[in-house]
């Protein structure tokens, strides 16, 4: 089956810095991968569609500039959070098709203190 | 829009089953139905295009309405494994660019 692959499975950041989070597909290729951000005992909330040498699209209320997504190859995608606060510690996860299924990557807990 | 969900939780003892619905007031197209252990990222488990129902466990089932526009997750004979918040996500045709929308999802808790 499909397998899409996150990492760092966690990270500790210090507030001001940023942090990269990479998703790839690894055996299927992926002209698009979806970015998720889940609170604590909610729902998976979509942040941004991104898309292989494109521009990525971002749901109302994302910050472009401040969640950065670059879509370089058809199996890698990454989330950059720049500039991190106490209010962006979330669990992040990536998503792609290898259709008509999506596969999760297992997820980046991100904190920072 | 996100679709709604429903119960919000749910108790059972191992052996009962269960049923979570899911609707949405847009025309469905397809639903994923998945299922999340805490501090993990969703596991797929089926998905119900329109025109057509696909079975992804032995215990496990889904309907799919499309005049409803709603969904339904059957657990049968449920095992102490099947606790775990599960997910609908509605989306497009099923094309590998349509983002899915997911509800609040169901909080499922099976004891011995």
């Known amino acids: 089956g499909a397998v899409v692959s996150q990492h760092p499975s966690w990270v500790i950041c210090k507030s001001g810095t940023s942090v990269k989070i990479e998703c790839r597909s690894l055996?299927?290729?992926?002209?698009?991968m979806f970015w998720y951000r889940q609170f604590p005992k909610q729902s998976l909330m979509l942040m941004a569609t991104?898309?292989?040498?494109?521009?990525?699209?971002?749901e109302q209320g994302v910050e472009k500039d401040k969640f950065l997504i670059n879509h370089a190859s058809l199996t890698l995608s990454t989330l950059t959070v720049t500039s991190a606060h106490p209010e962006d510690s979330s669990f992040y996860i990536c998503?792609?098709?290898?259709?008509?299924?999506?596969?999760f990557g297992s997820g980046t807990r991100l904190t920072v203190v | 829009q996100q679709p709604v969900q429903s119960p919000q939780a749910v108790i059972l003892r191992e052996g009962e089953d269960a049923v979570i619905n899911c609707s949405s007031s847009?025309?469905?197209?397809?639903v994923h139905w998945y299922r999340q252990k805490h501090g993990e990222a969703p596991v797929f488990l089926m998905i119900?295009?329109?025109?057509?129902e696909q079975k992804g466990h032995e215990k496990i089932s889904a309907s799919f309405n499309e005049k409803k526009q709603q969904s339904s997750l059957y657990l049968t004979a449920s095992q102490l494994s099947y606790s775990g918040t599960y997910f609908c996500?509605?989306?497009?045709?099923?094309?590998?660019?349509?983002?899915?929308?997911f509800g609040k999802g169901t909080l499922l808790t099976v004891n011995p």
């Open positions: 991104s898309n292989e040498g494109s521009k990525a699209t971002y």
């Open positions: 055996d299927f290729q992926a002209t698009t």
């Open positions: 847009k025309a469905l197209y397809s």
């Open positions: 998503s792609a098709s290898d259709s008509p299924r999506y596969t």
């Open positions: 996500g509605t989306g497009g045709s099923g094309g590998s660019n349509y983002k899915l929308t």
């Open positions: 119900l295009l329109k025109g057509g």
